[in-house]
């Protein structure tokens, strides 16, 4: 199965067919065959809704239809639901596990966004995660370290590096807070007349 060739080729498709190739693509993942009455069930629409949409993604190329009968994929059709299913876990982790928005909201957050974002955005979505699992987020210049990040990947050792750098000004930092509320004068700053 081939990706999409561009972020064109899923623009030329609304958001509702990207919908439904999405659930038949992930009612295949569960059942070995698919039929109307699941995708209405999933989608929470009308059997003839989702009837006259299967005809209209039949005449595009998406699906194989016969009237009462089994839905079935083009490799086309798979591959736009598989990177539709792709795109919504990803933003609904972000959303979820990121910034910590309710499993609810995130899920219908993801289904709105999963349609407008281009593949390159998303892509530097997923680097931020795995950016900010792997790495620690630390010092005022972490945003600056994800860049370096996305442009040459996973270094173990720079993370180390820069987490002991931020553990150091921390401390420092720390110190002179400590010396502050004791009344104590901060070597780094000028004396006060």
Avoid at 32 to 51: C, E, F, G, N
Avoid at 118 to 136: A, D, K, N, W, Y
Avoid at 153 to 182: H, I, M, W
Wanted: charged share 30%.
């Amino acid at each position: 199965m081939t990706a999409p060739k561009k972020d064109t080729d899923l623009r030329m498709l609304t958001s509702a067919m990207e919908d439904y190739l999405e659930a038949i693509y992930e009612i295949g993942l569960e059942k070995r065959i698919v039929r109307v009455k699941d995708i209405a069930a999933k989608m929470d629409v009308k059997m003839p809704t989702v009837t006259s949409m299967l005809k209209n993604l039949g005449s595009k190329g998406y699906i194989h239809y016969e009237k009462y009968g089994y839905i079935d994929l083009t490799e086309e059709g798979a591959c736009v639901g598989k990177e539709i299913h792709r795109r919504h876990g990803v933003l609904f982790r972000f959303l979820k596990d990121i910034l910590n928005v309710d499993p609810q909201t995130a899920d219908e957050e993801a289904c709105k966004m999963e349609h407008t974002l281009g593949s390159s955005t998303l892509e530097r979505v997923i680097q931020f995660m795995e950016f900010i699992q792997v790495c620690p987020r630390t010092g005022a210049n972490w945003l600056e370290h994800f860049r370096e990040f996305r442009a040459h990947g996973y270094a173990p050792e720079k993370c180390e590096e820069r987490n002991k750098d931020f553990s150091q000004e921390f401390q420092e930092r720390v110190d002179s807070l400590k010396g502050q509320n004791n009344g104590t004068h901060d070597p780094g700053k000028a004396p006060q007349d």
